[in-house]
């Protein structure tokens, strides 16, 4: 048996709109009861949220990872609150058996979605001059970097890097669900069933299967999954 962790987005989380038992984390769990899986996926985080959960999945003795590399320009910051123990705390909640969320205490981070303008604390000043810089190019570019070495940087048993992100790669999960269902483009994926609509661009139960099957489910994965006894 291994611990693996799901860290990432709203496309990996559980709790998002065409997912929860329909997401594809959920159903990989499914087919490999013989792991169990904590997923620290969350809307609308990027990168500092991902590091933060990297190092926690590092104290829990996590075997193996995938990490979703998400749109540019999400950061975040930690910052102590009166309502939690300011004491890095995760919080876990129990879906099944083998599978369960996990998240930072929120009072304790502040995160910024510039590509969506979202924030969980809108009127905090600190989250005003976040956004403000959230885009700048040289985070970008560190995150990009830090993305293709995070493999190394942890040295988990093993790493597979998601590409969810809008990056001109020509090997991003859209770039295989356009393909795959011959959609014009990303845009009109909700017209195929992928995704929930013309306006949220989530995946429907149909899209995270897609996602699951042609995009996740590689060689490699599936021989890690098969043969992992740690």
């Known amino acids: 048996?291994?611990?693996?962790?799901?860290?990432?987005c709203s496309y990996s989380a559980y709790d998002q709109a065409g997912g929860y038992k329909n997401s594809w984390s959920y159903r990989l769990s499914e087919l490999y009861p013989q792991h169990s899986f904590l997923n620290y996926a969350r809307g609308g985080r990027g990168p500092d949220y991902f590091r933060?959960?990297?190092?926690?999945?590092?104290?829990?003795?996590?075997d193996c990872v995938f990490l979703s590399a998400t749109y540019d320009g999400r950061v975040g910051y930690l910052v102590d609150s009166e309502h939690s123990t300011n004491n890095f705390e995760f919080i876990i909640e129990t879906v099944s058996n083998n599978y369960d969320m996990i998240g930072l205490h929120s009072d304790n981070e502040i995160w910024i979605s510039s590509s969506r303008a979202q924030s969980n604390w809108k009127n905090h000043n600190l989250a005003k001059q976040l956004v403000q810089h959230s885009a700048d190019s040289i985070g970008i570019h560190y995150n990009r970097i830090w993305y293709e070495h995070a493999s190394v940087l942890y040295n988990f048993d093993r790493m597979f890097l998601l590409k969810f992100n809008m990056w001109k790669d020509n090997d991003t999960v859209w770039d295989?669900?356009?393909?795959?269902?011959?959609?014009?483009?990303?845009?009109?994926?909700?017209?195929?069933?992928?995704c929930v609509s013309e306006h949220d661009d989530h995946w429907t139960p149909y899209?995270?299967?897609?996602?699951?099957?042609?995009?996740?489910l590689n060689d490699d994965v599936k021989n890690y999954l098969t043969?992992?006894?740690n």
Do not use: C
Request: charged share 20%; net charge positive; no cysteine.
């Open 207 to 216: 899209g995270h299967q897609l996602v699951l099957d042609n995009y996740i």
């Open 227 to 229: 043969t992992a006894t």
């Open 176 to 194: 295989m669900l356009v393909k795959l269902t011959d959609a014009k483009d990303k845009s009109y994926l909700h017209e195929k069933g992928v």
């Open 1 to 8: 048996m291994s611990l693996i962790a799901i860290v990432g």
């Open 52 to 62: 933060y959960a990297l190092l926690d999945a590092k104290t829990r003795g996590v």
